[in-house]
């Protein structure tokens, strides 16, 4: 029998680990606070030390509730490591407890926030010119605004996964 070595994480005593999370994550906080357009641009200037995922969604957008799930579990996985995922819903002012409820029922304790500018191409420019304006979109920006990833329409969680492993302020070991 060969042994192994490295973490015992996957062990049958460790079972109750997920169950305890899941309880943690469900008791922490969801807010969802307003942004225009000069908190957007220093969203993507990024003057932290975390990579960020911003992502840009709509409870009127089936591509974007459908994805969000995968979202909030990247949070989950990274946050502790120096990623950061902010959302920013484009749901009208006036559905502000519609997009708050959605927030609560996927447990996004993460930064939300939800847009109160008017001009949807003045937005667009201020994202990413290369935008063309459809939902979801998601940019991962490095720290200093370094855009090292944008996808309009849902993310593959998988090579969103591998970019964030790939990156330099990541990595693959838990620093």
């Not at 469900?26 to 990024?46: C, F, R």
Request: with cysteine; glycine share 6%; hydrophobic share 35%.
């Amino acid at each position: 029998m060969t042994k192994t070595f490295g973490c015992s994480i996957k062990w049958a005593e460790k079972n109750n680990w997920t169950e305890k999370a899941e309880i943690k994550w469900a008791a922490e906080p969801v807010s969802l606070d307003t942004i225009g357009y000069s908190g957007i641009a220093k969203l993507l200037k990024n003057p932290t030390s975390k990579l960020r995922l911003i992502n840009l969604w709509a409870t009127w957008c089936d591509p974007c509730v459908r994805e969000f799930s995968e979202l909030v579990t990247l949070h989950r996985m990274y946050r502790d490591r120096g990623f950061q995922l902010v959302s920013i819903s484009m749901d009208e002012s006036k559905a502000r407890k519609k997009a708050l409820a959605f927030l609560e029922k996927k447990q996004a304790s993460s930064p939300n926030y939800i847009f109160t500018g008017e001009d949807k191409y003045r937005l667009i420019e201020t994202i990413d010119p290369k935008w063309q304006g459809a939902l979801p979109y998601s940019l991962l920006v490095e720290p200093g605004g370094k855009i090292v990833y944008a996808r309009q329409g849902a993310i593959d969680p998988e090579q969103l996964k591998k970019i964030i492993f790939d990156d330099p302020y990541m990595g693959r070991i838990y620093k």
